[in-house]
Antibody, heavy 121, light 107 residues
Framework: EVQLLESGGGLVQPGGSLRLSCAAS????????MSWVRQAPGKGLEWVSG????????YYADSVKGRFTISRDNSKNTLYLQMNSLRVEDTAVYYC??????????????WGQGTLVTVSS | DIQMTQSPSTLSASVGDRVTITCRAS??????LAWYQQKPGKAPKLLIYDASILEGTVPARFSGSGSGTEFTLTISSLQPDDYATYYCQQYNSYLYTFGQGTKLEIK
């Protein structure tokens, strides 16, 4: 059974940093691209960042480029999102999501339960 | 970036109704479109991928169609469990953008 378990969320002041983790199990982690998607309170889904299975390629939304860094440790089956220079508008539930296909373009067939990041003074 | 526009933003319908949600892309995305269902406090759930392929155990009352820039999600006979928010997502090219969502409400 595929499981994605996010952790690392919490309350942080504007300008601060936080690192999210997503522990994956139930599939060959290194074979699948992974992404982070966020949802501000009462708002829609926003794609944040993606990374290939081999970690060779990363992608970022303009809203987080230069501040967030996605990475993965395939030996630990874990996805990360390092978030620096956090802003109030980064407040959201952050979901990790698994690509549905092991190659080529793909949507997400499994999602974690989400972890809440609150940026406030 | 590819923009995704869903309509309507809110839809009121009764159990048994046939409902249709539309998603338009700002440029052609071939058939690289997914539909998700999200209920309050829960993660999104994949319903349809590649515009028209039903995921796993999703009920057959859900269907998707379209290609290029215009897509539809249809629920043939609305059930109580279907009241939720629905999102389309393009995965033709990064960034994998989502539509703004359609909230399906009980009439």
């Amino acid at each position: 059974e595929v499981q994605l378990l996010e952790s690392g969320g919490g309350l942080v002041q504007p300008g601060g940093s936080l690192r999210l983790s997503c522990a994956a199990s139930g599939f060959t982690f290194s074979s699948y691209a992974m992404s982070w998607v966020r949802q501000a309170p009462g708002k829609g889904l926003e794609w944040v960042s993606g990374i290939s299975g081999s970690s060779g390629t990363t992608y970022y939304a303009d809203s987080v480029k230069g501040r967030f860094t996605i990475s993965r440790d395939n030996s630990k089956n874990t996805l990360y999102l390092q978030m620096n220079s956090l802003r109030v508008e980064d407040t959201a539930v952050y979901y990790c999501a698994k690509a549905g296909r092991s190659s080529g373009t793909s949507c997400y067939n499994y999602w974690g339960q989400g972890t809440l990041v609150t940026v406030s003074s | 970036d590819i923009q995704m526009t869903q309509s309507p933003s809110t839809l009121s319908a009764s159990v048994g109704d046939r409902v249709t949600i539309t998603c338009r892309a700002s440029q052609s995305i071939s058939s690289w479109l997914a539909w998700y269902q999200q209920k309050p406090g829960k993660a999104p759930k994949l319903l349809i991928y590649d515009a028209s392929i039903l995921e796993g155990t999703v009920p057959a009352r859900f269907s998707g169609s379209g290609s290029g820039t215009e897509f539809t999600l249809t629920i043939s006979s609305l059930q109580p469990d279907d009241y939720a928010t629905y999102y389309c997502q393009q995965y033709n090219s990064y960034l994998y953008t989502f539509g703004q969502g359609t909230k399906l409400e009980i009439k």
